[in-house]
């Protein structure tokens, strides 16, 4: 199994690479892969090619929510699928699950009115069926259970404040 892995990842590396250089492989299965790059050049090289996509807080302009990005932005390669809000929000867990990230990733569950069957049924894919499903806890209205979560959740003042910030209601 291990070795089938390396050579899924090994694919996916030589193809980004071969577009962007610096492009490395956060996450893949053996028809798509998310990456990450480290200069504009290639940041500009995936934007202009096909099928690749952007996704996490760069995706997040496409449903009303512009972020500052400190860095680049990861992309996602998945060849005749289209990108879903729901993974847009795995993506963005899956290369950083601090605060920050849980609280837009809630944001955009909000604002894109994203189903909660749906992005625990997407989250499985990634690995994060237990991180999607706490976040569905504040957003139906239990910000006071933080017991055995497997991220930080923002308290209600700030989340209430970050919803104003961006419109979100």
Not at 17 to 37: Q, Y
């Amino acid at each position: 199994m291990a070795f089938a892995q390396a050579a899924v990842e090994h694919e996916h590396r030589a193809r980004a690479r071969e577009i962007a250089p610096s492009a490395t492989i956060a996450w893949c299965d053996p028809n798509r892969s998310l990456v990450r790059v480290q200069t504009t050049e290639d940041t500009d090289a995936l934007k202009a090619a096909p099928d690749w996509e952007m996704t996490g807080l760069g995706r997040f302009a496409a449903y009303g929510l512009q972020f500052f990005l400190a860095g680049e932005p990861p992309f996602w390669y998945a060849p005749g699928e289209e990108l879903t809000a729901a993974e847009v929000v795995c993506h963005t867990l899956l290369l950083d699950s601090g605060s920050r990230r849980v609280s837009y990733s809630m944001l955009l569950i909000e604002a894109g009115d994203i189903d909660q069957e749906t992005l625990v049924e997407t989250a499985q894919w990634y690995d994060l069926e237990p991180t999607v499903k706490a976040l569905y806890r504040p957003l139906q209205g239990d910000f006071d259970r933080t017991d055995d979560l497997p991220v930080i959740l923002p308290k209600k003042d700030e989340y209430m404040a970050l919803k104003e910030q961006y419109g979100v209601s």
